[in-house]
């Protein structure tokens, strides 16, 4: 056997069964003999059919089968793919006594056939039979499993089955290979599965800390895209751990030698003001700013946006209305007097446009004074825009419009967003003249007009009847290859005829 001449250990066991022993009588095998008998059927390439016959013929020696007889004979039914009679076969051996209930290695086998031919509920049953059993579940047979799953899109029961195998001594080492890993997450991420995409980083964090202990040491790392997109399924689906998780991965793949990207930043700030967690946003804003100290001041001042990149925190901070909007003013003027002071005119900027989303021109104004009273500090382009923003809310365009000549008399310069308000300003004015002119002035400056900018202005200048006004912005459109398009369903509800005559 140990030679594995299969052949000459068949032909001697059937030589050595028809022989007689010093008492004259035929000589009788036991249980192990016989099954080292089978497993040169087996290794022979002999069927199941036939596997099974030789198995029927134990009886004739009076020995019964155990769990390895059978184990045997499913691994010719193993190869040759015959699910349906491994299926029967296990099914047999669990209404039989100790001596040959099924094994780890029995459902091993039936699990890996049944996954191989795509029976994935059929399988599913099986290693719900093993957990329970308390049997180990083979590297081979987990990863299958997994793979399996995540092309069938059974998100939950994947999720189930590694939640059990985390609770068992034996199972919980269990984790797929990296790529696969990789994989899940990025399924998990798809479809909003926040604990599927947990359970992915977590294995991830396992094959990291494997390889450090590696000699020589192999340095994985999980790409920081993969991590930005986890924090904000985080976001989406309000789940502390898997944004905890995400950046505690990411921190130990950047291993100190740098700093996580802006992208990064800014989606923990996005987890952090879903969850409603106002005073960890803040504390990473201030993160974020202290990693982009370096960065130039128009870069900065870009990435810190309350419109676009921080326009989470400014939602987060307004939820609750005036509540919420004091509570965070209080928090940054106390840290303002702490030690080491901590002031941030991208926090405060988020606190005024908080207050033009709840229409409160007075606190956005107040706020905005205290910028460069209470925190020492010198307003921005942004913090200019989020009051004009406060006061267009209100139909207030000539304070809007002192706030524009007030920034320009600083020697602040506007940005693409400054004359989006302006303009607004004057068209809830139906002053389509003033903003083109104001359109006229944003290109002098070096900005495009936007195309729902033009459609907006095109439209006030048909409803006014301007034709004039309207040819200028036919020809901004067509000087920035803008397609304007039709708006049929609106000027068929714009030319409705209202009668009070019924017919």
């Known amino acids: 056997m140990t030679s594995q001449r299969w052949a000459d250990m068949k032909q001697l066991f059937e030589f050595w069964i028809r022989s007689l022993d010093k008492n ?10 016989y099954n080292q008998y089978l497993r040169a059927n ?9 596997l099974l016959d030789l198995v029927a013929q134990m009886e004739d020696y009076s020995i019964t089968p155990n769990t390895a007889s059978f184990n045997l004979v499913l691994k010719a039914m193993y190869q040759a793919r015959e699910t349906e009679a491994a299926e029967k076969l296990l099914e047999r051996m669990l209404q039989t006594d100790k001596e040959s209930l099924p094994d780890d290695e029995s459902y091993d086998l039936v699990i890996g056939m049944l996954l191989l031919t795509d029976q994935i509920d059929a399988a599913l049953k099986y290693i719900d039979l093993t957990l329970k059993s308390g049997y180990i579940l083979s590297v081979n047979v987990f990863t299958e499993c997994v793979r399996s799953c995540v092309n069938k899109g059974r998100l939950d029961t994947l999720v189930s089955i590694i939640e059990r195998c985390k609770k068992m001594d034996q199972n919980k080492a269990l984790c797929p290979p990296w790529n696969l890993c990789n994989y899940i997450a990025d399924v998990a991420m798809e479809e909003d599965s926040s604990e599927l995409a947990y359970y992915a980083l977590e294995f991830m964090a396992k094959w990291i800390a494997r390889g450090e202990n590696a000699r020589p040491p192999v340095l994985l790392s999980v790409d920081e895209g993969l991590v930005v997109s986890a924090l904000g399924t985080a976001g989406r689906t309000y789940n502390a751990k898997l944004l905890d998780g995400s950046w505690a991965i990411l921190k130990r793949s ?4 740098k700093v996580p990207n802006p992208e990064s930043y800014l989606a923990k700030i996005y987890a952090h003001a879903s969850l409603g967690n106002l005073q960890k946003a803040f504390s990473t804003l201030h993160e974020f700013e202290t990693a982009c100290g370096n960065s130039t001041k128009e870069a900065e001042e870009d990435l810190l946006s309350p ?11 307004s939820k609750d209305g005036f509540v919420t909007l004091d509570s965070v003013y209080y928090q940054l ?4 007097q702490a030690d080491p002071p901590y002031k941030s005119v991208a926090a405060l900027n988020c606190i005024i446009l908080g207050c033009a989303n709840t229409w ?14 209470a925190f020492g500090l010198i307003p921005n382009i942004h913090s200019y825009n989020a009051l004009m923003c406060a006061f267009v809310k209100l139909n207030k365009t000539s304070e809007a ?13 506007p940005n693409s967003t400054t004359y989006s308000l302006l303009v607004n300003a004057h068209l809830i004015k139906r002053d389509q003249k003033a903003a083109l002119s104001v359109i006229n002035e944003m290109v002098n400056s070096g900005f495009e007009p936007s195309r729902e900018m033009l459609k907006k202005v095109r439209r006030r200048c048909i409803r006014e009847m301007d034709y004039e006004s309207d040819d200028q912005v036919e020809s901004l459109a067509r000087k920035y290859k803008i397609r304007l398009g039709l708006e049929n369903r609106r000027d068929l509800l714009f030319n409705l005829e209202y009668s009070t005559v019924y017919t």
């Open 24 to 33: 004259g009588k035929p000589n009788k095998p036991d249980v192990n003999l």
């Open 42 to 50: 087996v290794m022979m390439g002999a069927s199941a059919g036939e």
């Open 254 to 257: 950047l291993r100190q030698k």
């Open 307 to 317: 419109f676009t990149s921080l326009y989470p925190l400014v939602m987060a901070c």
């Open 333 to 336: 003027e106390n840290l303002s």
């Open 360 to 373: 409160d021109v007075d606190r956005a104004y107040q706020t905005f004074e205290a910028i460069g009273g």
């Open 401 to 413: 419009s002192s706030v524009f000549d007030h920034l320009i008399s600083k020697g602040v310069k």
